[in-house]
């Protein structure tokens, strides 16, 4: 069974750019949460995809945005960096997107924006 | 809205000693509480969860936490610490119907020889 998997690993960009981060699920997941942890903080939610629809949001502005395909990997897409989205970008995947529902997480993409 | 308050932002044991690492909760509804381990440079790994069957809950690695519903806790709990159990712990909340986690700030345990 693989596990969830995400990439790149590591990734610098610069105010004002734009980035997307990847996501695979892990097999028979059919839900993905996205989470920024920032240094020292514990991770906050972004938003969740079930089934390719967002399903619920976190308090992150519109910048903050994502994709969940039919194999249910996802994209998180940052447009116009600031300085504060330098991050550990978490990734989610679960069976069905139940409260309950234990949430296996990937290793991260650690984001630096200068 | 729910949220998770984690008392000490590091905690510091000898090897052998029993660790202690403290989390309550808000939460209008009875919750569904999780403890997950976050070693350096690595994701989140589950130690165990609360989802209200029984108030003790075992985990991995001799870990076990118990809900005390009148306390509003749910503290997390060793009886003798290991050098390989130095890493942070993140103490996370879900209400029924909401799926999406919320994490405290996370206790860093430091285990000394």
């Known amino acids: 069974e693989t596990g969830v998997t995400q990439s790149p690993t590591h990734l610098i960009k610069t105010r004002g750019q734009q980035v997307t981060l990847r996501c695979s699920s892990q097999s028979g997941h059919n839900t993905v949460s996205w989470y920024q942890q920032a240094l020292g903080q514990g991770p906050q939610f972004i938003f969740q995809?079930?089934?390719?629809?967002?399903?619920g949001r976190g308090n992150f502005p519109p910048r903050f945005s994502g994709l969940q395909f039919p194999n249910y990997s996802s994209e998180l897409n940052v447009n116009a960096l600031e300085l504060d989205d330098s991050a550990l970008y978490l990734c989610a995947s679960s069976g069905n997107g139940g409260s309950a529902d234990t949430q296996y997480f990937g290793p991260g993409t650690r984001l630096t924006v200068l | 809205a729910q949220s998770v308050t984690q008392l000490g932002s590091h905690v510091s044991v000898s090897e052998g000693a029993l660790v202690l690492l403290r989390c309550n909760y808000s939460s209008s509804v009875p919750p569904y509480l999780f403890w997950y381990v976050q070693y350096p440079n690595q994701g989140l790994q589950l130690l165990l969860k609360?989802?209200?069957?029984?108030?003790l809950v075992k985990g991995i690695n001799g870990f076990e936490a118990e809900f005390k519903k009148s306390e509003t806790s749910f503290h997390l709990t060793k009886p003798s610490a290991h050098m390989s159990d130095a890493a942070e712990y993140f103490c996370?909340?879900?209400?029924?119907?909401?799926?999406?986690?919320?994490f405290g700030k996370g206790t860093m345990l430091l285990v000394s020889p």
């Open positions: 609360y989802t209200s069957a029984a108030t």
């Open positions: 996370a909340v879900s209400e029924l119907g909401y799926s999406t986690l919320t």
């Open positions: 995809y079930y089934r390719e629809e967002e399903n």
